[in-house]
């Protein structure tokens, strides 16, 4: 079942002699329960393509589908929601809330929408990121892997239709790399979670299902 599709997507910058494309009518789908990485080069375009995919940002032509809704026929409000329900974001620096403690930040998005917080669900995700025993801890009191590790559980708590992942490993060593990527995979195999992973790493690319390759703005491979 096809949960994501993206048709003759681009982003222009600026005009006339300052005009850059950042991307150039891009186009392609992403199967429900899938494991995409997206990867490229630094300027490639790949993270323009990701803030567009989440809505994030407007594109100057071109559509976004997911779950079969054109999700740039909303306002911005009703993005805004859609985003915050349908779409968890897990980004390199963490952007975890500083006065809030590891089960705060990671039911946020759940307090935005005033819905409940789910005891067994929440204990089984704090089980899941292996973050039972830190629940309590405010960022500052954690490694930058148990970071991402709470940024994880806040894309994921609200069951979203896809996860979009913007080098979720772009600021942890190696160890600690390795621990979010097989936390990743778990939480696609297990879950049933559709990720869509931006990195610049081929290695840690092997790991999805199938690697989309960027160079200029353009789809250069995808298998």
């Known amino acids: 079942m096809e949960i994501l599709k993206v048709e003759n997507l681009s ?4 005009k006339n002699e300052s005009k850059v494309v950042a991307l150039d009518n891009v186009s392609f789908s992403v199967e429900k329960g899938e494991f995409v990485a997206i990867v490229g080069a630094s300027g490639s375009g790949k993270s323009t393509l990701l803030h567009l995919i989440g809505g994030v940002d407007r594109p ?12 740039f026929t909303f306002n911005d409000d009703k993005l ?11 980004y390199q620096f963490y952007n975890l809330i500083p006065i809030l403690n590891v089960e705060e930040n990671i039911t946020l998005p759940l307090s935005l929408d005033n819905r409940k917080v789910d005891k ?16 309590n801890h405010l960022p500052n009191e954690l490694s ?7 940024s994880i559980g806040r894309a994921l708590i609200t ?6 992942a913007d080098e979720p490993t772009g600021n942890l060593d190696s160890k600690s790399s ?16 559709t ?13 999805a299902d199938r690697i989309i390759k960027i160079e200029d703005g353009k789809i250069v491979e995808n298998n």
Do not use: C, W
């Not at 329900?85 to 897990?90: N, Y």
């Not at 067994?120 to 629940?135: A, D, P, T």
């Not at 069951?159 to 979009?164: C, E």
């Open 60 to 71: 100057t032509s071109g559509k976004v589908y997911i779950d079969g809704k054109d999700i």
């Open 144 to 150: 930058g892997g148990q970071q991402q590790r709470t």
């Open 159 to 164: 069951n979203p239709t896809i996860i979009l």
């Open 80 to 90: 805004a929601i859609f985003r915050r329900r349908q779409v968890g974001l897990i």
């Open 11 to 14: 982003k222009v910058y600026g």
């Open 178 to 193: 390795d621990e979010i990527v097989a936390l990743l995979k778990k939480s696609n195999k297990e879950l049933k979670q």
């Open 120 to 135: 067994e669900s929440l204990n089984k995700m704090l089980n899941l990121l292996g973050l039972q025993n830190r629940k």
């Open 195 to 207: 990720i869509i992973m931006i990195t610049h790493n081929m290695e840690i690319a092997k790991v």
